[in-house]
């Protein structure tokens, strides 16, 4: 079922980001975390791919492994930069064979030392979301529809693109190419989200858009956000709460699960399309939000998508 539907049907959305885990033991950590996150039944999960193509086969691995649970139903992230076509279709015909409904469309980076790419490979996000669309009206998925295809969304920014006009014709551009889902980067600042919506909108851009949330848990968590999402801000009041207690770990991560749990009680009232949480393989704070909100079997509750 394509991921709009899902929120045509249930009104929103309530999901969540994993990454393949890059060793033994932390496969096992992870997967003695999964049934925690399968108790609060997400919309869907989706799972995130390496610079170039470099996590590909752990990416594989786990979306096989989630696919085959039966209750967290995955949606891959595919990037398109260092890939050639033939690696992109065949891909998107492993990812069909085995009933994958949704892609994440991405331009993603290319690997260190790398230039990003050659001529005639792919160079951004809606050259891939074209290709999808082309792989999907040739009938070469199982649903009559092909794969749903969902993009990134940058409400504050995106580094490389300074003129914001400029990056919203970008946007326009995926979604002109198929596009039917957006998924944002993470935010602290809802006003800046819903402006940038309204901004969305002014440009003719009218699909589904899921808000990105990441609960703040430690110091060096928000630092490491600082670094992965540039450009995000970070709001004084919310620096000055963590500033309060930065000697102390846990205090630190109860005001960030506060503020990630505001932030979604104020976005779901002012009628978000879906909650995207950005875990880190790490259930707690997700499961604590989840909770506080009541949307642990309200949410995503219907049967998981395929």
Same mark, same amino acid.
């Given at each position: ?13 309530a ?19 999964v ?25 594989d691995?786990?979306v %096989? ?18 890939? *050639?076509?033939?690696?992109?279709? &065949? ?28 001529? &005639? ?12 669309r082309s792989?999907?009206?040739a &009938?070469?998925?199982?649903h ?17 693109t ?13 979604? %002109? %190419? ?27 851009? *009218? ?23 540039a ?58 939000i989840?909770? *506080?909100?009541?949307?642990? &079997? ?5 049967p998981?998508?395929?």
């Amino acid at each position: 079922m394509h991921i709009a539907d899902v929120i045509a049907r249930d009104g929103m959305t309530a999901s969540f980001e994993f990454f393949p885990p890059k060793t033994d033991e932390a496969w096992d950590a992870f997967a003695a975390s999964v049934h925690e996150f399968e108790s609060l039944h997400p919309s869907f999960v989706s799972v995130t791919y390496g610079a170039g193509g470099s996590t590909r086969d752990r990416t594989d691995a786990l979306v %096989a492994k989630l696919q085959s649970s039966g209750s967290l139903r995955p949606v891959p992230h595919l990037t398109c930069v260092g890939h *050639t076509e033939a690696e992109i279709d &065949g891909i998107l015909a492993g990812y069909a064979a085995r009933g994958v409904s949704n892609i994440l469309a991405l331009r993603g980076d290319a690997p260190r030392g790398a230039s990003g790419g050659e001529p &005639g490979h792919f160079r951004h996000a809606a050259d891939l979301v074209r290709a999808v669309r082309s792989f999907n009206e040739a &009938g070469r998925h199982p649903h009559v529809r092909g794969f749903g295809i969902g993009v990134a969304g940058f409400p504050e920014g995106h580094p490389e693109t300074p003129n914001t006009l400029v990056q919203m014709d970008h946007l326009r551009a995926k979604v %002109a %190419a198929g596009a039917d889902f957006i998924i944002t980067q993470l935010f602290f600042d809802n006003d800046a989200f819903f402006d940038w919506r309204d901004r969305c909108t002014l440009a003719g851009i *009218t699909v589904p858009v899921i808000a990105g949330l990441m609960p703040i848990t430690s110091i060096a968590g928000l630092k490491r956000m600082a670094e992965l999402a540039a450009g995000t801000r970070f709001p004084a009041s919310l620096l000055r709460s963590i500033k309060r207690c930065e000697d102390s770990p846990e205090d630190v991560a109860n005001v960030g699960i506060h503020w990630a749990t505001e932030q979604a009680r104020d976005l779901m009232d002012r009628g978000v399309a879906g909650i995207h949480f950005y875990t880190l393989n790490r259930s707690d704070a997700t499961r604590r939000i989840y909770r *506080t909100l009541g949307l642990q &079997g309200r949410v995503g509750a219907q049967p998981a998508i395929r």
